[in-house]
């Protein structure tokens, strides 16, 4: 049981202080995009992938779901900020 809360003592711990690392660059990686692109060309190739009774939608989203929700996740920085020059 917790009996006490937790608190910052040491300034370099506050976020108002801290400084943060520069970002890498948030580019698309390569081999990100060859993995949607050859899971979209096997899901179109081998109608025996899009899953089925047995399988469900697992093989499909492993193939194309997974790298675009990644790409998406990548890139939402931009998104937000096109969404917030819209806005106004």
């Given at each position: 049981m917790l009996l006490a809360p937790?608190?910052?003592t040491d300034s370099?711990?506050?976020?108002?202080?801290?400084?943060v690392p520069p970002s890498p660059?948030?580019?698309?990686?390569?081999?990100l995009v060859g993995w949607a692109v050859a899971g979209a060309?096997?899901?179109i190739c081998f109608p025996s992938l899009r899953g089925g009774a047995f399988?469900?939608?697992t093989v499909p989203f492993w193939l194309l779901g997974a790298?675009?929700?990644?790409?998406?996740?990548?890139?939402?920085?931009?998104?937000?900020?096109?969404?917030?020059?819209?806005d106004h």
């Open positions: 937790f608190a910052l370099s711990l506050n976020p108002r202080t801290m400084r660059s948030r580019a698309i990686p390569a081999w060309l096997a899901l399988a469900g939608a790298p675009l929700i990644d790409m998406a996740w990548i890139t939402r920085a931009r998104w937000m900020a096109l969404g917030r020059r819209r």
